[in-house]
């Protein structure tokens, strides 16, 4: 797994994890908050409120549990739950509030990847049909031809730059394109260090192909 796929699974996961439970915990802290629900105020049964908020009882325990470890409400052993403190329901809905923020912000970065992963391929793509497209209809009226070369493990160029071999004085060849672990960088500098494993798409005439093996081989 690459480390972008890393990091969306992650960011996936974040945006997704907030149970029911916790939801409703929030929104009785929040009508405690704004004194809907006053202190000593006598909660409805469990069965009444799994109605109202559509879910289990189990799960309205849960949301009552939390609140009262949190001190805002206090349950009665057989004979319901009754709100204990606004100040605490205060702090809870702010401390909420700002983990509801987080989670917004982490749904916008999984967009945002989501449309880099499209971009990255709609870029790669682009490159492969302009490539196939000069060598197919320029090869009579232009004497160039495009190549992708990949770097091998142990080649002169790993840790390089096109600029320390002198690739184009050698090679006549022009690198256009580098394409890196799924992603394309158009028209790198002659100080873009090269690494094992990239595939440079470049421009070259046929007759200086043995002298871009031998350089990019490392012999």
């Known amino acids: 797994m690459t480390h972008d796929e890393t990091q969306m699974q992650y960011v996936s996961s974040k945006r997704n994890a907030h149970p029911a439970y916790l939801k409703i915990a ?7 908050s704004c004194e809907e ?3 000593g105020t006598r909660l409805f049964g469990r069965s ?10 189990e799960t309205i325990r849960r949301a009552l549990s939390l609140l009262s470890e949190k001190s805002i409400v206090e349950i009665h052993k057989n004979s319901g739950v009754s709100v204990l403190s606004k100040e605490k329901a205060d702090t809870y809905v702010r401390e909420a509030s700002k983990d ?3 989670r917004a912000l982490l749904s916008h970065l999984y967009d945002l990847l989501e449309q880099q992963k499209k971009l990255s391929q709609e870029i790669s793509s682009t490159v492969h049909a302009l490539t196939r497209s000069i060598s197919r ?11 992708e ?3 091998q493990e142990g080649s002169l160029l790993c840790g390089k730059t096109l600029s320390d071999v002198e690739f184009w004085g050698k090679t006549g060849a022009t690198v256009i394109a580098i394409r890196r672990s799924g992603h394309i960088h158009l028209s790198p500098g002659p100080d873009v260090p090269l690494e094992a494993d990239d595939v440079l798409v470049l421009v070259g005439h046929e007759d200086h192909s043995q002298a871009l093996a031998s350089l990019t081989n490392g012999e």
């Open 37 to 39: 629900l006053p202190v």
């Open 100 to 102: 509801t923020d987080n």
């Open 149 to 151: 070369v990949i770097i």
């Open 48 to 57: 009444l409120m799994s109605s109202e908020y559509g879910v289990s009882p």
């Open 137 to 147: 209809k320029s090869a009579d009226l232009f004497p160039y031809h495009t190549y």
């Open 26 to 32: 929030y929104d009785i802290a929040r009508r405690i």
